[in-house]
């Protein structure tokens, strides 16, 4: 009975030696949730840009995991949003109080990330917002959201700095027509163009919104076209600029188009095909801007994907995400927080070609930069603006 009761006990102490052991080897988990567009009218970019940041965390938990943490690996869990703004509600709840996400990241519209960043402050989590523009992100007072692109405001001043090149060097402009969705992102861009605009000396002969999920913009163009712009600056999604291109070219509207950044994209330039050659798109990403080429062949070895600028701030975010978990040394949210509000990160440590991260008080990466213009030539996009990351500098015939 002795010999027996010796050997239940080294037996147990021996799991409990193993239980411990493993423990001690195996970090914890950290948890970043990701709302996207998984289903709806914007699935097949949400899809993209789950894949991308799902790489992003692989690469991470590769070289080591969060170390300041023990070696921690990044779990990625996703919520669906449907580009809906009551279920990214739904979804920021869910992830934060059943999946234990101590972080959120994307959106993809900006408004939906108006709704999405809203949930997150009521539930003191931090939100990391890669993508979306809209200016009223950071202007409503909140401590946990984070902006990591310039505003669409900025956007629209580049615009028209981007337009005094063309009209200096290229083309003569003085008329110009505006056409962006009727959402947070199209309109904020708009309004800061209609100021800027005048300003440098410019007429704006067309401002015309239209509805977001819009099937036939028949009658905006034909608007737009009677207002006989010399330059068009739209703003929307990708669907909007296809379906725009291809009405432009029926109705005869044949000036450039710029786009504020969803055109710029291979998907773009297969749905409409030689359409987009000449096609103008702002955009934070292209895959000639330095170091742009190895990401670029990265993600098209592992998934097959055309990576482009508007997928890239998805990939960024989930490792500034994981500079400010190395920062925090916690796993706490008010801890990421603090990180994230104090975190400094140089252009030369970023993969998109922003001039750092870092946040003002407002939770906004004011003074980035990192806006670009490209353009299709020969099929493919080029960067065209600003000079010194131009690899193409002859924008027309």
Known sequence: MEVAMKKIVLSAMGVLLMILTTEAFCAPTVKMGAILPLTGPLAKEGQIVQKIMSLAGEEINAQGGIKSLGGAKVELVFGDNQSKADVAISE?????????AIVLTEAWQSFITLAATRA??????????????????????????FQQTSKASVLAYEWVQFLNHVNKN????SKVGLLYENTDMGQSSADAAKVYLPENGYKVVADISYPVRATDVTSFIVKLKAAEPDFVLQ?????????????????????????????????????VGTLAEGKLGMTSWNKDVPGGKDLYEKVRSRYGIDLSGIY??????????????????????????????TIHIPGS?????LEKISF???????????WIITQVQNGEWFTVWPLKYATKTRLFK
């Open 92 to 100: 920021v709840e869910r992830l934060v109080e059943r999946e234990k």
């Open 120 to 145: 997150a402050e009521r539930l003191k989590t931090p939100y990391y917002v890669p993508n979306s523009y809209a200016d009223n992100i950071t202007e409503r007072g909140f401590r946990y959201t």
């Open 170 to 173: 290229f083309k003569k402009i």
């Open 235 to 271: 703003g929307g999604y990708m669907g909007n600029a296809i379906l725009i291109t291809q009405t432009a070219d029926r109705l005869g509207l044949h000036v450039p188009f710029m786009d504020n950044g969803c055109m710029n994209d291979p998907s773009f330039n297969k749905a």
């Open 312 to 341: 890239t701030c998805g990939y960024q975010a989930i490792w500034v995400i994981k500079e400010a978990l190395e920062k925090a040394g916690s796993a706490d949210r008010e801890a990421l927080r603090d990180a994230l509000a």
């Open 349 to 353: 440590k970023l993969y998109i070609p």
């Open 360 to 370: 003002n008080e407002k939770g906004y990466n004011d003074k980035a930069g990192g």
